[in-house]
């Protein structure tokens, strides 16, 4: 295999190569007497992929496993049937996804709206307590929301006593607490982004009569939507894969979230439940999986974008 | 500069559409806020009440003024950053030095309250009144019939009170009762439970006592054998006749030491941090565990960014063909929500069924999650499975922007390959990464989810007395401590005097990253 891929590709590397950057084909030129150089490349892609896939082809295979058990998902693909998916139409498992994507999609849109007005009135406007309040959101945002788990389950009890719909059990509760992390978070990503915009569109909008909010909504957040994006997604994943709030929110069954929901199947009779973990696992892991492989661009981006500003 | 945006939010015409968006949403705003203010009112809950009025104040001020345009923007997320994050971390700082927990759970009068109606029990020679068991909606309540023949209704939550109106039977039991439907007796054996436990107060004060009844026929008055005397701030045991005064520890305490077992919460000073750190119980996991924390996030971001950092050098030669293929199916399990990576690869490493030892190692008995040490290099493992595509996108960024002229002087300079990576490459690819790896390391120190579903923590430690295992990291510590998945005595206490810890090593750690980075001079 390594071979023959090796052969294919020393034959068309000039041609490859032609079109890369000068610098990386001077640099690879002089290495270019090691025939070998892309069979070992091939051979550490071929292992880093089996490695990052084998887990993944495994629970594709489980979940179509006839049995639903540990020990009968072993032999990959041994037989095909969609009885562990027709299976979860008995459970809750629909129930959290609803409320997974409910929970997710709210606090996402939630985040961008407020981090992305945040970010405008730091990017545009000169204030006082600017600085001041951009040092204490970056010391803010050190402090991770989910040790203060104790505090929050203390502060929901008593809210819940005023106002039951933010109190415990409830997944408006829960899309609040999210949201309070939304600003420390990402402000600053966006803050970075918001200032690579221009500020002569601004001026240029003020001339033409627009208020500071038809600016902000027609213009602004227009040049800005690739940070939205990433904002949104990451926002999507880290709630969906949230954990120990939920669990300590949430507390009756039909309000749980996949994170919680999963957890107790595995944790309960883990030998049982396989198949149905399986099954659950493939169907929740696709919408993140697809928005992920989509938007990658975008998040790569983003990503970067954090590190090699400068 | 402030002042120019002024004039300009000033005296530009507004928009009508716009304007009418905003009264509508603000009057959404005051709507529910009132609502809120009321409730708040209500339910007698003064922090709250007060919090929301100032919200509510804030909110119609920003919005209403001309002058407040930055917070127009700033002040939806500020709301919420202050309520569920600034005010739960400063919560979490006062929790830290209380023993708020199972058995100081609440005010002292409310533990005063508790402790008279645990204490209840049947007053000698009260006569034995008839009863029927009512319900309304889903509440159960008593009728009981006096000496004189006269009835009166109660519940859990609303005190006896006559009935008048009640129709009694023959054996002087009330047989209708207005407002209320009668339980006959399959449904009262339906509910046993309830009935038998449901006490129903003969008045406000909880001295008076209660109904109870045994037999769902028959009920007794009950009257709390400590009664409280207000004056002194004493509770006396009228069957002993011994006398108990509160402590420091928020109990009431006799004067042989015995004490009775509703508390309330005090502060106690540093007596949780003197316990984590001092009590052999917990001061032995403590310290294993803090270790182990910072083994384990270290050794998972070093293992990580080793791993991607190779694979993103291995792949960014232009020459490899189908490296986009590589490269896509590297970064697959980065798009696996965490928590399902992890349950999935607990089940893969099971001793006895999982697929590694089954399938992979040919039906060996390797004890991944259950030993140990073994149970520790698994922790790692998945996480460098989880881990590595998130350092192989960064380090792939970040190989792409590092600048050619540097790598040709090298080359000019007669530099080897090792040479070049040693003293360009690496530290080139150090300094971008680095604000993202102190990142990831604060998130793996606090990576609660991967060692709940992974290993849960265990194996345990062999002293059972606590709730710990060998792979527990501090966050993990701080939710079993806190008990509130019910495996543990409650306390609260305890669990936030280790998250004070947790937040004291994070903050340092990131304010030395920050310093480093000069991130706070890229402010202005």
Same mark, same amino acid.
């Given at each position: 295999?390594?071979?023959?891929?090796?052969?294919?590709?020393?034959?068309?590397?000039?041609?490859?190569?032609?079109?890369?950057?000068?610098?990386?084909?001077?640099?690879?030129?002089?290495?270019?007497?090691?025939?070998?150089?892309?069979?070992?490349?091939?051979?550490?892609?071929?292992?880093?992929?089996?490695?990052?896939?084998?887990?993944?082809?495994?629970v594709l295979s489980a979940s179509l496993s006839a049995s639903g058990t540990l020990t009968g998902s072993n032999e990959l693909f041994a037989e095909v049937s969609g009885a562990n998916y027709v299976a979860l139409g008995g459970t809750k498992f629909w129930t959290w996804m609803v409320n997974t994507l409910v929970i997710g999609i709210a606090t996402a849109v939630g985040t961008v709206l407020m981090g992305a007005a945040a970010a405008y009135a730091f990017s545009r406007f000169r204030f006082t307590g600017r600085r001041l309040g951009l040092t204490s959101l970056l010391i803010i945002q050190m402090f991770p929301q989910m040790l203060a788990f104790v505090a929050i389950f203390l502060l929901l009890i008593s809210l819940g006593q005023v106002v039951p719909a933010l109190g415990l059990n409830s997944k408006l509760a829960l899309i609040c607490v999210y949201l309070g992390g939304a600003l420390g978070v990402n402000t600053f990503l966006m803050y970075g982004f918001f200032n690579t915009v221009p500020r002569e569109l601004d001026e240029a909008a003020k001339i033409d009569g627009a208020t500071h909010a038809q600016t902000y909504w027609t213009i602004i957040l227009r040049m800005v939507t690739p940070i939205l994006a990433v904002v949104a997604l990451l926002s999507f994943i880290s709630t969906f894969g949230e954990f120990i709030i939920a669990r300590v929110v949430l507390q009756s069954e039909s309000n749980w979230t996949l994170a919680v929901g999963l957890?107790?199947?595995?944790?309960?009779?883990?030998?049982?439940?396989?198949?149905?973990?399986?099954?659950?696992?493939?169907?929740?892991?696709?919408?993140?999986?697809?928005?992920?492989?989509?938007?990658?661009?975008?998040?790569?981006?983003?990503?970067?974008?954090?590190?090699?500003?400068? | 500069?402030?002042?120019?945006?002024?004039?300009?939010?000033?005296?530009?015409?507004?928009?009508?559409?716009?304007?009418?968006?905003?009264?509508?949403?603000?009057?959404?705003?005051?709507?529910?806020?009132?609502?809120?203010?009321?409730?708040?009112?209500?339910?007698?809950?003064?922090?709250?009440?007060?919090?929301?009025?100032?919200?509510?104040?804030?909110?119609?001020?920003?919005?209403?003024?001309?002058?407040?345009?930055?917070?127009?923007?700033?002040?939806?997320?500020?709301?919420?950053?202050?309520?569920?994050?600034?005010?739960?971390?400063?919560?979490?700082?006062?929790?830290?030095?209380?023993?708020?927990?199972?058995?100081?759970?609440? +005010?002292?009068?409310?533990?005063?309250?508790?402790?008279?109606?645990?204490?209840?029990?049947?007053?000698?020679?009260?006569?034995?009144?008839?009863?029927?068991?009512?319900?309304?909606?889903?509440?159960?309540?008593?009728?009981?019939?006096?000496? #004189?023949?006269?009835?009166?209704?109660?519940?859990?939550?609303?005190?006896?009170?006559?009935?008048?109106?009640?129709?009694?039977?023959?054996?002087?039991?009330?047989?209708?009762?207005?407002?209320?439907?009668?339980?006959?007796?399959?449904?009262?054996?339906?509910?046993?439970?309830?009935?038998?436990?449901?006490?129903?107060?003969?008045?406000?004060?909880?001295?008076?006592?209660?109904?109870?009844?045994?037999?769902?026929?028959?009920?007794?008055?009950?009257?709390?054998?400590?009664?409280?005397?207000?004056?002194?701030?004493?509770?006396?045991?009228?069957?002993?006749?011994?006398?108990?005064?509160?402590?420091?520890?928020?109990?009431?305490?006799?004067? #042989?030491?015995?004490?009775?077992?509703?508390?309330?919460?005090?502060?106690?000073?540093?007596?949780?941090?003197?316990?984590?750190?001092?009590?052999?119980?917990?001061?032995?996991?403590?310290?294993?565990?803090?270790?182990?924390?910072?083994?384990?996030?270290?050794?998972?971001?070093?293992?990580?960014?080793?791993?991607?950092?190779?694979?993103?050098?291995?792949?960014?030669?232009?020459?490899?063909?189908?490296?986009?293929?590589?490269?896509?199916?590297?970064?697959?399990?980065?798009?696996?929500?965490?928590?399902?990576?992890?349950?999935?690869?607990?089940?893969?490493?099971?001793?006895?069924?999982?697929?590694?030892?089954?399938?992979?190692?040919?039906?060996?008995?390797?004890?991944?999650?259950?030993?140990?040490?073994?149970?520790?290099?698994?922790?790692?493992?998945?996480?460098?499975?989880?881990?590595?595509?998130?350092?192989?996108?960064?380090?792939?960024?970040?190989?792409?922007?590092?600048?050619? #002229?540097?790598?040709?002087?090298?080359?000019?300079?007669?530099?080897?390959?090792?040479?070049?990576?040693?003293?360009?490459?690496?530290?080139?690819?150090?300094?971008?990464?680095?604000?993202?790896?102190?990142?990831?390391?604060?998130?793996?120190?606090?990576?609660?989810?991967?060692?709940?579903?992974?290993?849960?923590?265990?194996?345990?430690?062999?002293?059972?007395?606590?709730?710990?295992?060998?792979?527990?990291?501090?966050?993990?510590?701080?939710?079993?401590?806190?008990?509130?998945?019910? +495996?543990?005595?409650?306390?609260?206490?305890?669990?936030?005097?280790?998250?004070?810890?947790?937040?004291?090593?994070?903050?340092?750690?990131?304010?030395?990253?920050?310093?480093?980075?000069?991130?706070?001079?890229?402010?202005?």
């Amino acid at each position: 295999m390594t071979t023959s891929n090796q052969h294919s590709t020393t034959t068309t590397t000039t041609a490859t190569a032609a079109g890369a950057p000068a610098q990386v084909l001077r640099h690879r030129m002089s290495f270019a007497r090691w025939a070998r150089e892309l069979g070992w490349r091939h051979l550490v892609g071929v292992l880093a992929a089996a490695y990052a896939v084998f887990p993944l082809v495994y629970v594709l295979s489980a979940s179509l496993s006839a049995s639903g058990t540990l020990t009968g998902s072993n032999e990959l693909f041994a037989e095909v049937s969609g009885a562990n998916y027709v299976a979860l139409g008995g459970t809750k498992f629909w129930t959290w996804m609803v409320n997974t994507l409910v929970i997710g999609i709210a606090t996402a849109v939630g985040t961008v709206l407020m981090g992305a007005a945040a970010a405008y009135a730091f990017s545009r406007f000169r204030f006082t307590g600017r600085r001041l309040g951009l040092t204490s959101l970056l010391i803010i945002q050190m402090f991770p929301q989910m040790l203060a788990f104790v505090a929050i389950f203390l502060l929901l009890i008593s809210l819940g006593q005023v106002v039951p719909a933010l109190g415990l059990n409830s997944k408006l509760a829960l899309i609040c607490v999210y949201l309070g992390g939304a600003l420390g978070v990402n402000t600053f990503l966006m803050y970075g982004f918001f200032n690579t915009v221009p500020r002569e569109l601004d001026e240029a909008a003020k001339i033409d009569g627009a208020t500071h909010a038809q600016t902000y909504w027609t213009i602004i957040l227009r040049m800005v939507t690739p940070i939205l994006a990433v904002v949104a997604l990451l926002s999507f994943i880290s709630t969906f894969g949230e954990f120990i709030i939920a669990r300590v929110v949430l507390q009756s069954e039909s309000n749980w979230t996949l994170a919680v929901g999963l957890y107790g199947w595995v944790s309960d009779l883990l030998e049982a439940n396989w198949g149905l973990f399986a099954a659950g696992a493939v169907l929740s892991a696709l919408p993140v999986l697809a928005l992920f492989l989509f938007l990658q661009k975008y998040i790569v981006g983003g990503l970067t974008a954090g590190s090699v500003k400068g | 500069m402030s002042s120019r945006t002024t004039v300009v939010a000033g005296s530009g015409t507004r928009s009508g559409a716009g304007f009418a968006v905003k009264l509508v949403l603000m009057a959404l705003v005051d709507a529910l806020g009132v609502f809120g203010v009321l409730a708040a009112w209500r339910a007698e809950s003064w922090g709250i009440l007060a919090a929301m009025v100032a919200l509510l104040v804030a909110a119609n001020w920003v919005y209403f003024s001309r002058r407040t345009l930055p917070l127009k923007y700033v002040l939806p997320g500020l709301a919420f950053l202050l309520v569920y994050q600034v005010y739960v971390i400063g919560y979490t700082g006062y929790v830290a030095f209380t023993n708020y927990g199972d058995g100081h759970n609440s +005010t002292k009068s409310q533990a005063i309250e508790a402790l008279l109606v645990q204490n209840e029990r049947r007053v000698e020679g009260s006569p034995a009144e008839p009863l029927t068991v009512l319900e309304s909606g889903d509440e159960l309540g008593f009728a009981v019939t006096d000496e #004189d023949g006269r009835v009166e209704v109660g519940s859990a939550t609303q005190p006896l009170e006559p009935a008048p109106d009640a129709v009694v039977g023959d054996d002087g039991r009330a047989t209708q009762v207005p407002g209320w439907s009668v339980l006959d007796r399959a449904q009262v054996l339906e509910r046993q439970q309830e009935v038998t436990t449901l006490r129903v107060p003969v008045s406000d004060d909880a001295e008076a006592g209660s109904v109870r009844t045994q037999d769902a026929r028959t009920g007794y008055v009950f009257r709390s054998v400590l009664t409280y005397d207000e004056a002194a701030d004493t509770m006396t045991d009228t069957s002993t006749g011994t006398v108990y005064s509160p402590n420091d520890d928020g109990q009431f305490e006799a004067a #042989d030491g015995s004490t009775l077992p509703v508390g309330w919460r005090v502060t106690v000073g540093f007596e949780n941090f003197a316990t984590a750190f001092g009590d052999p119980r917990y001061a032995e996991p403590f310290v294993q565990i803090l270790l182990w924390t910072f083994a384990f996030a270290i050794l998972s971001v070093v293992t990580t960014f080793v791993l991607g950092m190779f694979l993103a050098m291995v792949f960014n030669d232009p020459r490899l063909r189908g490296r986009r293929i590589y490269r896509t199916l590297s970064i697959l399990p980065y798009a696996m929500p965490g928590f399902l990576a992890a349950l999935l690869w607990s089940g893969m490493l099971n001793k006895s069924f999982g697929v590694i030892n089954q399938v992979l190692l040919g039906g060996a008995d390797v004890p991944w999650l259950t030993d140990p040490w073994l149970a520790k290099l698994s922790v790692l493992g998945v996480n460098l499975w989880l881990g590595f595509p998130y350092m192989f996108l960064i380090c792939t960024g970040a190989l792409q922007s590092l600048p050619g #002229d540097v790598y040709e002087a090298a080359k000019i300079d007669g530099a080897g390959r090792w040479r070049t990576w040693r003293s360009i490459t690496m530290p080139l690819l150090l300094v971008a990464t680095a604000p993202l790896l102190i990142s990831s390391f604060a998130f793996n120190f606090n990576n609660f989810t991967l060692i709940k579903m992974l290993t849960n923590g265990g194996p345990r430690f062999d002293d059972a007395s606590v709730p710990l295992g060998h792979t527990d990291i501090l966050i993990s510590m701080v939710y079993n401590v806190s008990g509130l998945d019910g +495996t543990a005595p409650r306390d609260y206490g305890l669990a936030s005097a280790l998250s004070i810890v947790i937040f004291v090593v994070v903050g340092v750690i990131s304010a030395l990253a920050f310093r480093q980075t000069r991130k706070l001079e890229e402010l202005s």
